[in-house]
């Protein structure tokens, strides 16, 4: 089953649950699919998340096969993420949070290190952030 936001000429959304693509496109040419609130039969497919992603499958296999993996290889798996995704600032942490939350440096991942002034100073410009421990690994 697809599950597919719809509207009809009257604004109204509600949801449609059809086999395929082109099930709907059949009962739609055939004036089978009508409003609950107004009885227009004049729809239309609304863009919705899963539709315009198309990753709702891709999404399910990826957390079958992370249930498999190991902690400490997760771990790994987030650390080697964290280093090709972020950029390192290094002790400029907070300097440069700060400055990418006022808008004077341009939006991006970042990483490093802070005091717990540096923090709380982040905290109280209400600037998001995470701490995350970055593990030893043995070659």
Request: hydrophobic share 40%; charged share 35%; glycine share 6%.
């Amino acid at each position: 089953m697809i599950i597919y936001d719809l509207t009809c000429d009257k604004k109204h959304k509600f949801e449609g649950w059809f086999k395929d693509l082109a099930a709907f496109e059949e009962q739609k040419a055939g004036k089978l699919i009508t409003c609950p609130v107004c009885g227009s039969s004049d729809v239309a497919m609304l863009p919705s998340s899963i539709a315009v992603m198309g990753r709702s499958r891709e999404l399910k296999e990826r957390k079958a096969n992370l249930a498999d993996v190991s902690p400490m290889k997760m771990l790994e798996m987030i650390n080697d993420f964290v280093m090709k995704n972020f950029d390192d600032v290094g002790s400029r942490f907070a300097e440069v949070a700060l400055k990418i939350h006022r808008g004077e440096e341009k939006r991006r991942n970042i990483r490093g290190v802070t005091t717990d002034t540096e923090e709380e100073t982040l905290r109280e410009e209400g600037v998001e952030f995470m701490k995350i421990p970055v593990p030893k690994f043995d070659s």
